[in-house]
């Protein structure tokens, strides 16, 4: 193969006859490091599927073709411009399905000639040249059953991806066998799309706080490597081989029950156990390990097929005589940092750190791991009709990576492995990693001391009846009610201090929880309907007082602390005023981004015109960019101007291709915030007018909401409430007050306000 065989052409030229999309720099980094070993294949992904039903290989072919057609990712070559990089997506690519015939061999023959071609499939590399990254080869064993192997580039292809084709590949062969079209949801957004926005996301300034985070992060950064039996080789070969142990069952189990018990993810338990075992080979008190992680953090993102992951990485500290539960609850807290900040490319960390790729070694972490549940199931069924695929250990392509650890869900259990390069160790070496590591992860306890107060992960509330007392109301029936009841989340269970019950719709607030203490409770209680219903007027005070039923469910005495966000913030005081009604003590009540019912009705109307206008013009803007990055649909903003929806003027640009048809998925936030229950709500709340308040009440604005005459600082509650009134500014928009810098100034003002 020769991968090199590309030559710069300008970038004019190469726009005409075809489309061109940026690379993302994922793909920039493995175009480099293809085009620095040609003859590599660590850079391959290989599946294999275990396919059965009434198969051919013209009708497997027809439905791969079919698939290469629908995904513009799997027709699309790369090609250097005078500007850089380019993702060259052909009309049309033609797929060739190689068939290896197995029928009439027995299963160890079979088994033997499909582990040769797989391995062959895998350890071949890719041209750049090349139009399309995939390959296929079909290995049936009888009309009914087969192994279907397909490799890609690490440039075209993930593992969430491959869920995606997998599924859609049983549906197609059930389509075709019934004679009817498949049913795939429409493709919204393909990787250029997605690539076209990733390259203004990164340019808008949108990322800066995380950028500065991970400066802070990798400031004075050392590699971490682990000693190998031989000195590091000028060029890599990328030879490598994969060790694995099955862990027990009951270990598995305990595992799972520690990471609970501890309020962290499993994934930090085997990476904190893994980090405590190269210590101990390595020596120094710095473990610094890569990961990757899908960046598909929004709904629009999840049908993309094509490679939306980046690297991040995990520094901890380490020192000799640590305590494992102390390094597992580190390992949680720098897991959420790197998902909060998961936008930033593992290329501009390269550049923090000042390291350069080069050809003989990994980039910046040569220690990598992996922890997978599934992609489609690992051993579940994927079926459509008569057909059904699972999925079998994918075959050594090259070790990208010295140490590459991984821990994999498989129906016989958890499994350990670990990919050596065979340039640096020796099995026995590898093997000896592994077994430190199983031998970590057996020393997890359950009951491990935590070195400092942590929220414990949400967890549902057991098993809870409504009280005989709780009635019917407009808003919610008793059934309603008692599965409200059970959706209830609760943060710092074990604390012993007065619970924040919090009236809720799409928060959360595991990141508040944590700034409150542990022994400061905290109980989500989802109050709207997920799905659209059919609710009758009712008086915001009714709506009120199965809040208050509900509250009585699960804390039937005081003292109470009332939180309510946005619309449900006049819900919380309301509750409180029924409550106090009712002979209990009400401690505090705070209100999130919660305007007063009546501050804006009772304006003049040429006041209500102006700041409805300067609302209009913060809004338009800000929507505007969101629409550019991608976090919205264009149609979804441009749907907010009247003039647009009378003349359906959507409707034209989809119809004439102006615009693509996103469909209802883009449309998800608004569904939950201004869907048809919070749009009832708001209209009860509308002729609701709440009553002088003596109490104590907190505010919480968002730094979205606008500041002047038009705008109460209080936010209009300061005409209502007669008690102690504390307003405190928090960053982020609305939909973004509880992530963690939003959560740590009103976890800080809390701490100190119900403190004293």
């Known amino acids: 193969m020769n991968g090199t065989a590309l030559k710069i052409v300008p970038a004019e030229a190469a726009q005409t006859g075809y489309a061109l999309f940026p690379a993302t720099a994922c793909q920039v980094r493995f175009w480099h490091e293809q085009k620095a070993s040609p003859q590599a294949s660590a850079l391959n992904i290989a599946f294999r599927l275990q396919l059965s039903g009434p198969l ?34 052909w009309s049309d690519t033609p797929l060739r399905l190689d068939v290896i015939d197995l029928t009439g061999r027995d299963d160890q023959a079979a088994r033997a000639e499909a582990e040769r071609v797989g391995g062959e499939q895998a350890r071949t590399p890719f041209d750049l040249a090349s139009a399309s990254f995939l390959r296929a080869v079909w290995l049936p064993r009888s009309s009914t059953q087969g192994e279907l192997q397909l490799t890609f580039h690490s440039l075209v292809m993930d593992g969430w991806s491959f869920a995606i084709l997998v599924r859609e ?20 957004l393909h990787h250029g799309d997605y690539a076209l926005w990733k390259e203004e996301f990164l340019a808008s300034g949108a990322l800066e706080g995380a950028r500065a985070h991970w400066r ?53 338990v085997a990476a904190a156990s893994l980090a405590m075992a190269l210590q101990s080979a390595a020596g120094g008190t710095r473990v610094a390990i890569g990961t990757q992680m899908s960046v598909r953090d929004q709904q629009e993102l999840e049908g993309v097929v094509g490679p939306l992951i980046n690297t991040v990485i995990l520094r901890l500290d380490v020192a000799p005589g640590s305590a494992l539960s102390a390094v597992i609850a580190q390992c949680g807290a720098k897991l959420s940092d790197a998902i909060e900040h998961l936008h930033v490319p593992f290329e501009e ?64 259990g958890w499994r ?37 107060p942590a929220a414990a992960q949400p967890r549902p509330v057991q098993a809870v009846q409504a009280r005989a007392d709780v009635g019917v109301s407009g808003f919610m029936s008793r059934a309603e009610l008692e599965a409200k009841a059970h ?17 809720n719709n799409i928060a959360v607030f595991y990141e508040l929880a944590q700034q409150v203490g542990a022994q400061r409770p905290v109980v989500d209680m989802p109050m709207v309907p997920k799905t659209p219903q059919h609710l009758p007027p009712r008086a915001f005070e009714d709506l009120a007082a199965d809040a208050v039923r509900l509250i009585k469910t699960i804390q039937p005495e005081g003292p109470y602390i009332l939180m309510g966000y946005c619309v449900l913030g006049a819900m919380a005081l309301e509750a409180a005023h029924q409550l106090r009604r009712e002979g209990d003590t009400v401690e ?19 006041d209500r015109l102006w700041r409805k206008v300067q609302v209009r013009m913060d809004d338009i803007p800000r929507d505007y960019r969101l ?31 102006i615009l693509k048809n996103e469909g209802a998925s883009n449309m998800i936030d608004e569904n939950l915030w201004y869907g048809r229950n919070i749009g009832y709500l708001r209209e009860q709340q509308a002729r609701y007018r709440p009553a002088p308040y003596d109490g104590d009440v907190q505010i919480f604005r968002s730094a979205q909401v606008l500041k002047g005459r038009l705008f109460s600082h209080a936010m209009g509650w300061d005409e209502v409430i007669t008690g102690k009134l504390v307003v405190t500014e928090v960053p982020g928009l609305h939909n973004q007050m509880f992530r963690a810098a939003g959560s740590a100034v009103i976890g800080q003002q809390l701490r100190e306000r119900l403190s004293a």
């Not at 791969?64 to 799997?74: D, K, N, S």
């Not at 197609?172 to 049913?183: D, I, K, P």
């Open 169 to 188: 590949l049983v549906e197609g062969l059930a389509a075709l066998r019934a004679g009817r079209l498949a049913a795939y949801a429409d493709v919204e």
């Open 588 to 606: 505090l009540v705070i209100l999130n981004d919660s305007w007063c019912p009546g501050y804006r009705e009772q304006m003049p109307w040429y």
């Open 416 to 452: 350990i492995s670990c990919e050596g390069d065979l340039d640096l160790y020796d099995l026995e070496t590898i093997d000896g990693h592994l077994a430190k590591w199983r031998e970590m992860l057996e020393s997890v306890e359950i009951q491990a001391e935590r070195p400092a």
């Open 216 to 268: 802070r992060e990798l400031h004075d950064f050392s590699r971490f490597d682990v000693p190998g039996d031989r000195a590091r080789p000028q060029t890599r070969r990328f030879r490598g081989a994969i060790r694995s142990i099955l862990l027990p069952g009951e270990l598995s189990e305990h595992l799972i029950d520690s990471a609970k018990a501890q309020g962290v993810t499993l994934f930090s």
């Open 627 to 657: 629409a550019k990055r991608g976090e919205i649909s264009m149609i979804h903003f441009l749907q907010q101007f009247r003039t647009v929806r009378l003349l359906r003027l959507t409707q034209l640009a989809v119809k004439f291709g």
């Open 56 to 89: 051919d290989a013209a009708s497997l072919e027809q439905v791969l073709a079919g698939l290469v057609a629908r995904h513009e990712i799997l027709r699309t070559g790369f090609l250097m411009t005078g500007a850089g990089l380019r993702q060259q997506v």
């Open 349 to 412: 960390m390269l550049d923090m750190v000042g390291e350069t790729s080069g050809a003989e070694r990994p980039p910046l972490c040569p220690v990598n791991f992996a922890l997978q549940q599934s992609f489609v199931g690992m051993g579940d069924e994927v079926r459509s009709g008569e057909f059904a695929a699972t999925t079998s250990p994918s075959f050594n392509a090259g070790a990208l990576y010295d140490l590459n650890f991984f821990m994999v869900r498989r129906p016989e």
């Open 487 to 503: 959706n209830i989340v609760r943060f710092n269970e074990h604390g012993t201090q007065t619970p924040i019950i919090v009236l």
